[in-house]
């Protein structure tokens, strides 16, 4: 898929780590991160965690930023490997609300730093995700790290905001396909959707979703979209069966998204994340409708 050089420059800006080697500290806090969202967030503010969970699939569902090959491997978030755990040593454990549970069992190895991001009573995410940065920072005495990472994410999304002022763009209805009868859709009060207000693109899908940004609907729903010339955006990964059955299905030939032209791919962005998968976000729909404006 391509991406515009001149969004992954400006995207290399906002994500930049600061420390140089010249200012690395020796007594560094061991950092053990069990969230996508606070791991990236971890590399924004200079202090790449030694162990985090579900590394494996990294690639596939953040991409960016890269994770550092130092950084362990400790099992998925539920079955976290004890063992391994311990050999790491850490400070500090960085967990959530979704995994409450573990929390008995962690406490032995570490100060447990519980973040909220997704609740119900968290109301937009990237409010929250913001929140959790400040809140992140002053555990690892990274505040100034922090403020300058969020002024230059917005200042990223004010640059995405201008680049798409004064197009004729559409109303967006952003989903990742389950398989071809199912999907998942993206609106109030998701990071997403947060992004489509912060850079100026409208939500094709008004009603809202639960505290996690989406909810899973039948393809047939999307009949329910009022705006008739809205695009139909959805992620990588796509399962491979879902194109050519749609191409077959008779219910999707008769939604106005089966026209040519209303239907983008855009590569894997992490829905939840948190300022850094906000950013990642912003880039690459602002490059998709610059593109096709």
Same mark, same amino acid.
């Given at each position: 898929?391509?991406?515009?050089?001149?969004?992954?420059?400006?995207?290399?800006?906002?994500?930049?780590?600061?420390?140089?080697?010249?200012?690395?500290?020796?007594?560094? @806090?061991?950092?053990?991160?069990?969230?996508?969202?606070?791991?990236?967030?971890?590399?924004?503010?200079?202090?790449?965690?030694? *162990?985090?969970?579900?590394?494996?699939?990294?690639?596939?569902?953040?991409?960016?930023?890269?994770?550092?090959?130092?950084?362990?491997?400790?099992?998925?978030?539920?079955?976290?490997?004890?063992?391994?755990?311990?050999?790491?040593?850490?400070?500090?454990?960085?967990?959530?609300?979704?995994?409450?549970?573990?929390?008995?069992?962690?406490?032995?190895?570490?100060?447990?730093?519980?973040?909220?991001?997704?609740?119900?009573?968290?109301?937009?995410?990237?409010?929250?995700?913001?929140?959790?940065?400040?809140?992140?920072?002053?555990?690892?005495?990274?505040?100034?790290?922090?403020?300058?990472?969020?002024?230059?994410?917005?200042?990223?999304?004010?640059?995405?905001?201008?680049?798409?002022? *004064?197009?004729?763009?559409?109303?967006?209805?952003?989903?990742?396909?389950?398989?071809?009868?199912?999907?998942?859709?993206?609106?109030?009060?998701?990071?997403?959707?947060?992004?489509?207000?912060?850079? *100026?693109?409208?939500?094709?899908?008004?009603?809202?979703?639960?505290?996690?940004?989406?909810?899973?609907?039948?393809?047939?729903?999307?009949?329910?979209?009022?705006?008739?010339?809205?695009?139909?955006?959805?992620?990588?990964?796509?399962?491979?069966?879902?194109?050519? @059955?749609?191409?077959?299905?008779?219910?999707?030939?008769?939604?106005?998204?089966?026209?040519? *032209?209303?239907?983008?791919?855009?590569?894997?962005?992490?829905?939840?994340?948190?300022?850094?998968?906000?950013?990642?976000?912003?880039?690459?729909?602002?490059?998709?409708?610059?593109?096709?404006?």
């Amino acid at each position: 898929m391509f991406v515009s050089r001149r969004t992954v420059l400006q995207y290399a800006a906002a994500i930049a780590v600061a420390p140089t080697p010249l200012l690395a500290e020796t007594s560094r @806090k061991r950092i053990v991160s069990l969230d996508y969202g606070l791991s990236s967030t971890l590399l924004s503010l200079g202090l790449p965690p030694v *162990g985090i969970s579900d590394l494996a699939d990294w690639g596939r569902w953040v991409v960016e930023p890269a994770m550092p090959d130092s950084v362990v491997d400790i099992g998925s978030a539920f079955e976290v490997n004890l063992e391994i755990l311990l050999q790491l040593k850490p400070d500090i454990i960085l967990t959530t609300p979704y995994l409450d549970e573990l929390a008995p069992r962690l406490k032995p190895y570490g100060k447990i730093v519980r973040l909220e991001m997704f609740t119900p009573d968290s109301g937009p995410i990237l409010r929250s995700a913001i929140a959790a940065t400040r809140k992140l920072s002053v555990e690892i005495a990274r505040e100034r790290e922090a403020e300058a990472f969020l002024s230059r994410s917005d200042a990223f999304f004010d640059r995405c905001r201008e680049r798409l002022a *004064g197009k004729n763009l559409p109303s967006i209805a952003l989903v990742n396909f389950m398989d071809a009868r199912h999907l998942r859709i993206y609106s109030s009060p998701g990071l997403f959707h947060n992004v489509f207000e912060r850079i *100026g693109v409208r939500n094709a899908w008004t009603r809202p979703s639960n505290f996690w940004g989406f909810e899973t609907i039948g393809i047939e729903d999307l009949a329910k979209i009022a705006d008739q010339n809205a695009r139909l955006v959805a992620f990588d990964p796509v399962p491979p069966d879902v194109l050519p @059955k749609l191409t077959e299905s008779p219910l999707w030939n008769r939604l106005p998204f089966s026209r040519p *032209g209303h239907l983008s791919i855009l590569p894997a962005a992490l829905m939840f994340g948190m300022v850094n998968e906000a950013v990642r976000f912003a880039g690459l729909l602002t490059d998709l409708l610059e593109r096709e404006a």
